[in-house]
């Protein structure tokens, strides 16, 4: 899709985004934004894509340790 101006596709792009994702405002101590970032850099990914990556795996943990193991309990 092509834009005559730099104003129309910046707004096209705002209208996407806020149509399909939600926002959540991260606060962080000072000094620490710049460390997240180093961090994403270092792997090569952006510090959105770090962060969800970060949620996701918290996750991930957090339900495996309240999952119950499967099959029965082993006999003594």
Do not use: W
């Amino acid at each position: 899709m092509a834009f005559k101006n730099k104003a129309d596709a910046t707004a096209y792009q705002n209208k996407f985004i806020a149509k399909t994702y939600d926002r959540i405002n991260l606060t962080v101590p000072k000094g620490k934004k710049e460390i997240v970032q180093a961090h994403a850099e270092a792997r090569k990914e952006s510090v959105n894509g770090f962060i969800n990556r970060a949620i996701d795996e918290a996750m991930e943990r957090d339900k495996a340790a309240q999952d119950p193991p499967d099959g029965p309990p082993e006999a003594p």
